[in-house]
């Protein structure tokens, strides 16, 4: 079974709480320390006086621990803490000691157990912790050796462990409060925080349940300007999803268009070849019921056969350059391929007037002749074919490339900005003597090929095509 995931806010909630849970118990640990310390210093110096009151200053006398007042007068233990344990050991081993108890229990000797674990510290000289069995932690003092006698005296450290007892009994609870504390103040201020955050998910959450798959889409989903502030993290966050939503919305318009423009493509050009088709079909009847108008029927069959063919080729060239083939590369004399085919036109439509414009040098570009002939091939036929007679067409070499330009009626403003689309011709009657519509649209496949662009430039008596093309 898989183990469910921590949200965002689980893990920060976890992460604070264990950093106030860690935080509390080293400052308690830190606190308890310092405390155990002071506590022992303390005692140590009891310990030192108590000593001094109970032996004397000097070295005994061989006989039990003489307890002395302020007149030094003897008396029995006082200005002794209850508890307090006195002995002395010689050092072959033998001893006694004694406890000072309150009340009728009077000053019991210590047994020989207790007198061994006392004996265990003789030689420090520095107050040290012994376990003495029956009477539990004690902190001793030895002096000594005197005469072959050491003097210890040992009080109790039970106080001592019962305030550090009762303050770790605090510091616990202290801790387990602010561990509550943590996890409820940080639950509600992290989800304050991660609100933002869920807003963003829920945005995407919403495109995600858009239908994409086909068809125009209106995505109009974003998140809100509030939460695309990039000086923040989340900010950060919903400003990239808006970015990557506006180029989703462009590329399914794109998409949108591109299938339109497909449908439409493949409907003009069943179009278009329907048309040569049913004159082909409609010649081959007339000429099997008769027989007379077989050459004229094979003469029609023909010309409509070499039409068809070159659309078909039309076609099948935009076709290799949106896959994208490449196309030769190799230098061409620009300038010449501009001389010949301005001195072709002149042949084909002498009612117009052409003019050539060249630079004192060569105009060179790397990219394929026959399809840059093809490109101003195209420009010059569309300005034969939709300028009257004796108008005037300029080729001007520059270099950057070239320019055609003409004083015709120039391109209808409807028509202007779809120039370059595939099939859009200003016939809109689709006459034969209009053409497929794919010159420039030709133009601008091969133009881009290159890696050049092509521009039009159109009003009324005055048309300019500006070719770009890398040098």
Known sequence: MTRRPLTLTARLVAVAVLLVAVTALLIGTATTLAMRSQLSSQLDDELRASVGRGFGPGPGDGGPPVIRDDDGDRDDYIGQRYGSVFARL???????????????????????????????????????????????????????????????????????????????????????LGVVAAAGVGTWVVRRQVAPLREVAATAHRVSELPLASGEIEMTE????????????????????NTMLDHVEASLDQRHRS???????????????????????????????????????????????????????????????????????TPVDLSRLLLEAVNDARVVDPDH??????PDAPLTVPGDEARLHQVVTNLLTNARKYTPAG??????????????????????????????????RGDVARTRAGGAGLGLSLVEAIVAAHGGSVSLDTAPGDTTLTVHLPH
């Open 391 to 424: 108008s005037t067409v300029t080729v001007t070499g520059t270099a950057y490339g070239f320019t055609v330009h003409d004083d015709g009626p120039g391109f209808p403003p409807e028509l202007a900005p779809r120039a370059f689309e595939r099939f859009v």
């Open 90 to 176: 010689t050092t072959n081993g033998t001893g006694y000691g004694q406890v000072i108890r309150g009340g009728d229990s009077g000053t019991p000797a210590l047994t020989s157990e207790q007198l061994a674990a006392i004996a265990g510290v003789v030689g420090s000289k520095s107050p040290q912790d012994v376990r003495i069995p029956g009477l539990g932690s004690y902190r001793v003092l030895v002096r000594g050796p005197f005469d072959g006698t050491y003097e210890l005296l040992g009080l109790p450290t039970s106080g001592i462990d019962q305030t550090l007892e009762e303050l770790v009994r605090l510091e616990l609870l202290a801790t387990i």
């Open 259 to 329: 299938e339109q423009q497909v449908r439409q493509f493949v409907a003009d050009a069943s179009h278009e070849l329907r048309t040569p088709l049913a004159t082909i079909a409609g010649y081959t009847e007339l000429a099997r019921r008769r027989p007379e108008t077989t050459g004229t029927a094979l003469d029609k069959v023909e010309t409509e056969s070499a039409r068809m063919t070159a659309l078909v080729e039309d076609l099948l060239l935009l076709a290799r350059l949106d896959a994208g083939r490449p196309l030769e590369r």
């Open 353 to 358: 007037q052409w003019r050539l414009s060249l």
């Open 222 to 241: 974003r998140v809100p300007d509030r939460l695309a502030d990039e000086r923040t993290e989340v900010g950060q966050v919903g400003a990239a999803l």
